[in-house]
């Protein structure tokens, strides 16, 4: 069974960054997508970036261009930079590894305030 641990988040000034991780506990073998998601007040869950085993990430619009998801095979991790971040990004953040099995992390507050 593969668990996913990550850490990363915590409070940040608008404009200010932040970068999240994601381990799992065995070996992926680079094997299947990762994603991140949030739910922020008052919406539904959404997914925010997803990576496919080439590379190859989508993002929703709205951080387009201010997220930025990479992942480290070796180290069978995903990553999540942030940057410019903004009010609206308050949230929890779920890394999720969708392999042989769908695989959530705990989650991890992410909150954006002066």
């Known amino acids: 069974q593969v668990h996913l641990v990550e850490s990363g988040g915590g409070l940040v000034q608008p404009g200010g960054s932040l970068r999240l991780s994601c381990v799992a506990s065995?070996?992926?073998?680079?094997?299947g997508e990762w994603a991140w998601h949030r739910r922020v007040k008052d919406k539904q869950r959404e997914r925010v970036?997803?990576?496919?085993?080439?590379?190859?990430?989508t993002y929703i619009g709205s951080v387009k261009g201010r997220f930025t998801i990479s992942t480290d095979n070796s180290r069978n991790a995903v990553y999540l930079q942030m940057d410019n971040l903004k009010p609206d990004d308050t949230g929890v953040y779920y890394c999720?590894?969708?392999?042989?099995?769908?695989?959530w992390g705990q989650g991890t507050q992410v909150t954006v305030s002066s």
């Open positions: 999720n590894w969708i392999g042989a099995m769908d695989t």
């Open positions: 970036a997803l990576i496919d085993p080439d590379g190859t990430a």
């Open positions: 065995t070996d992926l073998r680079g094997i």
